[in-house]
């Protein structure tokens, strides 16, 4: 899932007090699985945005509004009569569902209200764990599923490092396991261990985001 944090309450209260009203729209999917931008977050957001800026003597009315997913054209649609009604929208979805908003309503004001950073899996409640950096060259077939991009600090991708501590930890951040440590210890168990000794080529970034937009077409699905 997408992870995202929201973004702080002063950068909102700057923005919303421009306006005179104001959608706070939630998204259903990711952002919700990670508490910042489902239902219980909007009418959360609304109350607190509305309280601090009666308090400056700027009140705005906040519209709360809810997209099952705000990354889908026809999901947005759904909301559009709500939204045409507004100045401007404050999205709590991760950053391609604020840009979907701003496209469909591109004269009116779409400001994000969480920051978009990672790729991640729930390890526990309240703790998710980074597992992809969406990198476009998929290397865990050679890495018995652990990835090495997004979860060593060092992007390594031939193997741990001389600064892995001898707790299995890493040498960046002492609380983080050192991936290569468990990816060697997978192998032995496996009995694989040689599939290790090949050398890794230098990595293709072409498919990846740092080749600037990307736009992937699917013939077969298209209509």
């Known amino acids: 899932m997408i992870f995202a944090e929201r973004k702080p309450v002063e950068e909102l209260i700057e923005f919303a007090g421009r306006y005179k009203r104001v959608a706070v729209a939630g998204c259903a999917t990711c952002v919700a699985e990670c508490a910042v931008g489902g239902e219980e977050e909007v009418r959360a957001?609304?109350?607190?945005?509305?309280?601090?800026?009666?308090?400056?003597?700027?009140?705005?009315?906040?519209?709360?509004?809810?997209?099952?997913?705000?990354?889908?054209?026809?999901?947005?649609?759904?909301?559009?009569?709500?939204?045409?009604?507004?100045?401007?929208?404050?999205?709590l979805a991760c950053g391609i569902g604020a840009q979907a908003l701003a496209e469909r309503f591109d004269m009116k004001p779409v400001f994000p209200g969480v920051n978009t950073s990672a790729l991640v899996i729930r390890e526990d409640d309240g703790l998710?764990?980074?597992?992809?950096?969406?990198?476009?060259?998929?290397?865990?077939?050679?890495?018995?599923?652990?990835?090495?991009?997004?979860?060593?600090?060092?992007?390594?991708?031939?193997?741990?490092?001389?600064?892995?501590?001898?707790?299995?930890?890493?040498?960046?951040?002492?609380?983080?396991d050192c991936i290569w440590t468990k990816i060697v210890?997978?192998?032995?168990?496996?009995?694989?261990?040689?599939?290790?000794?090949?050398?890794?080529?230098?990595?293709?970034?072409?498919?990846?985001r740092h080749g600037g937009q990307k736009r992937v077409v699917r013939e077969e699905l298209q209509r």
């Open 185 to 208: 210890e997978r192998a032995e168990a496996r009995g694989e261990l040689d599939a290790l000794t090949e050398v890794a080529l230098p990595r293709d970034w072409s498919n990846s």
């Open 128 to 176: 998710w764990e980074s597992r992809c950096a969406a990198c476009g060259d998929c290397v865990l077939g050679e890495t018995f599923g652990l990835c090495p991009i997004a979860r060593c600090a060092k992007g390594l991708l031939n193997g741990p490092c001389g600064g892995t501590r001898e707790n299995g930890k890493c040498e960046v951040n002492e609380e983080m």
């Open 45 to 91: 957001l609304v109350a607190l945005l509305g309280m601090a800026l009666r308090r400056k003597g700027t009140p705005v009315t906040f519209v709360p509004v809810m997209l099952e997913r705000q990354c889908e054209r026809e999901f947005i649609e759904g909301a559009v009569e709500t939204l045409e009604g507004v100045e401007a929208v404050i999205s």
